[in-house]
């Protein structure tokens, strides 16, 4: 059994869906009792909420608040769930950020984003020292294939800021 944690700021989680080898978890946690975020969790990232997922991969969710995932595919690659878009119930399906692309601003994998913890895991990381499984948070942050370059430490700074790598 694994705990899942919550998103940081949120009240609880409830897990929805998972994907054909549990890899991959979505749900929902209530950010008060009536207000809830859709959320994701990998072992790599921890949990997450996904409106901020896909908004720093780049998705325009003007209007939208997804406040569930309900449904993942097999390998952990598309998500579905409910939402509300300007004000309307509804549901909503979306690719998810591939693995080969930045590394999170959870760079221990602890479950808290942008703290002082993950800034010290990024530069023991760039020393040679980087999380142990199933953390998977290495020096090449922005996935160019060159490690531990000022590329890499210019994308974790900007992705710790909020934006995208």
């Not at 940081?8 to 994907?19: K, M, R």
């Not at 994701?40 to 409106?51: E, I, K, P, Q, R």
């Not at 409910?82 to 909503?92: D, P, S």
Request: charged share 15%.
């Amino acid at each position: 059994m694994t705990s899942l944690g919550i998103v940081p700021g949120t009240l609880e989680s409830t897990a929805l869906s998972t994907n054909g080898d549990g890899s991959v978890v979505g749900g929902r946690c209530p950010v008060t009792p009536s207000v809830t975020i859709a959320s994701l969790w990998t072992a790599a990232t921890g949990m997450v909420d996904v409106n901020t997922l896909l908004s720093n991969a780049g998705t325009d969710l003007t209007g939208w608040r997804l406040v569930e995932v309900r449904g993942v595919n097999g390998d952990g690659s598309i998500v579905a769930g409910g939402a509300v878009h300007n004000g309307v119930q509804e549901a909503w399906i979306s690719g998810l950020p591939t693995s080969s692309g930045c590394g999170t601003a959870d760079f221990n994998c602890d479950g808290d984003t942008g703290t002082d913890a993950d800034i010290e895991a990024f530069f023991a990381c760039l020393a040679g020292n980087c999380p142990s499984a199933p953390c998977s948070n290495t020096a090449d942050f922005n996935a160019d294939g060159d490690v531990g370059t000022d590329a890499d430490i210019e994308a974790f700074f900007r992705v710790l800021a909020g934006g995208n790598c």
